[in-house]
């Protein structure tokens, strides 16, 4: 092993050495720290013969399925037919948890290098090494009993973030002989996974030689974006900030509702103008919930009805439409302008009673079978609770 980008590995380490098979597992592997993975953490974690680290469970299929695929969380170094016991014993899978100051200096200077602008001062506290060292295929006849392939997979964390080290060696197979391959060439029209996958069947990354003839030249490929050796592969995945975005979660206190929407609900009541503060107080662009359709106004009544029991109280809602900048002429609080021909549900009278020039803010209420009406914007007699919803976010990093 010559690859710079390589972590010690093997006898002169403190290596676990598992015993040569074909898609097996190490079997759960305790960690002192948890690792953290696309939202969760993980106290054990499994290495697996066909190349590849998983979470909740072993992961031992041999056929590279495209990512994203569901359940299986899986770092998928070099995921194919791997045969470690080809002849007694073709190739060795070391693995060990480490804490060695060296080692964490290293991995600190890795990441710290890889990704100086967002985690220029990440301390790493915590790394987990697996080696597949010179392995085989499964199905290999012939010249293909020569064809080895080494690659590691370093995990590092602080506790809180996490990174990943995809580090190659020598490739010299794409495939084994299962889903098409022929065993002598070590080729086929299926070749290995280089990818991550979070297991939500919605968040993963690939690496851009992933399932291509490209694999051949992952000892020497380098990210144009990303600084360190030749042959690595630098990922972070305590967040699922990969694939086709990062997963996206209501602000803290918000209810994911429906169609994404996330609510609060506000019972304590205020003044309209209080309402919209409160709302922006709450979360980062927070604002007032605009009733702006039937389906929405259906899915919040079963809420609102039981909200109403539940404080015993006949509270009216802020729907966040008024007329105070022009007189008859109203707006939604998100500044679009209300649409007369769009959804409305106006009380009975509503809009002929109580069109007074004080009565600017709408709001409904139990009594009015939920219909839409008029009145002060503030007074203290007829103060409103009131919804506020706000846009989905990343996942809040704890770090
Ligand atoms: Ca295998
Ligand atoms: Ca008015």
Same mark, same amino acid.
């Given at each position: 092993?010559?690859?710079?980008?390589?972590?010690?590995?093997?006898?002169?380490?403190?290596?676990? &050495?598992?015993?040569?098979?074909?898609?097996?597992?190490?079997?759960?592997?305790?960690?002192?720290?948890?690792?953290?993975?696309?939202?969760?953490?993980?106290?054990?974690?499994?290495?697996?013969?066909?190349?590849?680290?998983?979470?909740?469970?072993?992961?031992?299929?041999?056929?590279?399925?495209?990512?994203?695929?569901?359940?299986?969380?899986?770092?998928?170094?070099?995921?194919?037919?791997?045969?470690?016991? *080809?002849?007694?014993?073709?190739?060795?899978?070391?693995?060990?948890?480490?804490?060695?100051?060296?080692?964490?200096?290293?991995?600190?200077?890795?990441?710290?290098?890889?990704?100086?602008?967002?985690?220029?001062?990440?301390?790493?506290?915590?790394?987990?090494?697996?080696?597949?060292?010179?392995?085989?295929?499964?199905?290999?006849?012939?010249?293909?009993?020569?064809?080895?392939?080494?690659?590691?997979?370093?995990?590092?964390?602080?506790?809180?973030?996490?990174?990943?080290?995809?580090?190659?060696?020598?490739?010299?197979?794409?495939?084994?002989?299962?889903?098409?391959?022929?065993?002598?060439?070590?080729?086929?029209? *299926?070749?290995?996974?280089?990818?991550? *996958?979070?297991?939500?069947?919605?968040?993963?990354?690939?690496?851009?030689?992933?399932?291509?003839?490209?694999?051949?030249? &992952?000892?020497?490929?380098?990210?144009?974006?990303?600084?360190?050796?030749?042959?690595?592969?630098?990922?972070?995945?305590?967040?699922?900030?990969?694939?086709?975005?990062?997963?996206?979660?209501?602000?803290?206190?918000?209810?994911?509702?429906?169609?994404?929407?996330?609510?609060?609900?506000?019972?304590?009541?205020?003044?309209?103008?209080?309402?919209?503060?409160?709302?922006?107080?709450?979360?980062?662009?927070?604002? &007032?919930?605009?009733?702006?359709?039937?389906?929405?106004?259906?899915?919040?009544?079963?809420?609102?009805?039981?909200?109403?029991?539940?404080?015993?109280?006949?509270?009216?809602?802020?729907?966040?439409?008024?007329?105070?900048?022009?007189?008859?002429?109203?707006?939604?609080?998100?500044?679009?302008?209300?649409?007369?021909?769009?959804?409305?549900?106006?009380?009975?009278?509503?809009?002929?009673?109580?069109?007074?020039?004080?009565?600017?803010?709408?709001?409904?209420?139990?009594?009015?079978?939920?219909?839409?009406?008029?009145?002060?914007?503030?007074?203290?007699?007829?103060?409103?609770?009131?919804?506020?919803?706000?846009?989905?976010?990343?996942?809040?990093?704890?770090?």
């Amino acid at each position: 092993m010559t690859n710079a980008a390589f972590y010690p590995y093997g006898p002169n380490t403190t290596d676990i &050495l598992d015993p040569p098979g074909d898609d097996g597992t190490s079997g759960a592997v305790s960690l002192t720290t948890a690792f953290p993975f696309f939202g969760n953490t993980y106290n054990e974690l499994f290495v697996n013969t066909n190349g590849d680290i998983s979470f909740g469970g072993a992961v031992t299929g041999f056929t590279p399925t495209a990512f994203p695929v569901t359940n299986n969380r899986v770092l998928a170094v070099y995921f194919t037919d791997i045969k470690t016991s *080809n002849g007694g014993r073709s190739g060795y899978i070391y693995r060990r948890e480490t804490t060695d100051a060296a080692i964490l200096a290293r991995a600190t200077t890795d990441i710290q290098t890889a990704l100086p602008a967002d985690h220029g001062s990440f301390e790493a506290t915590w790394v987990y090494i697996a080696t597949w060292h010179e392995v085989s295929i499964f199905g290999a006849g012939g010249a293909g009993l020569n064809l080895r392939n080494t690659f590691q997979l370093v995990l590092i964390s602080d506790g809180c973030k996490s990174f990943t080290l995809f580090n190659y060696d020598q490739i010299q197979f794409l495939q084994g002989s299962t889903n098409g391959g022929d065993g002598t060439t070590g080729t086929g029209p *299926n070749p290995a996974q280089v990818g991550i *996958n979070g297991g939500d069947g919605i968040h993963y990354s690939l690496h851009p030689s992933s399932r291509t003839t490209d694999l051949y030249n &992952l000892p020497t490929w380098t990210d144009p974006a990303v600084p360190g050796p030749p042959g690595r592969w630098v990922q972070r995945t305590d967040l699922a900030l990969t694939g086709d975005g990062p997963a996206l979660v209501c602000p803290a206190g918000f209810r994911e509702f429906g169609d994404d929407l996330c609510l609060k609900f506000h019972v304590q009541p205020l003044d309209y103008n209080e309402a919209i503060a409160k709302c922006a107080e709450l979360a980062p662009d927070g604002r &007032l919930f605009n009733i702006r359709s039937q389906a929405h106004n259906e899915m919040l009544i079963g809420f609102l009805q039981r909200f109403q029991t539940r404080t015993g109280r006949g509270r009216g809602f802020w729907i966040g439409l008024t007329d105070v900048g022009t007189e008859g002429t109203f707006k939604w609080e998100d500044e679009t302008p209300f649409d007369t021909e769009g959804y409305t549900n106006w009380a009975e009278g509503a809009l002929e009673e109580r069109q007074g020039g004080e009565r600017d803010c709408v709001f409904m209420n139990k009594e009015d079978g939920w219909q839409w009406n008029i009145q002060k914007c503030e007074t203290r007699r007829e103060r409103n609770a009131f919804i506020c919803t706000a846009p989905k976010a990343p996942v809040a990093s704890d770090c």
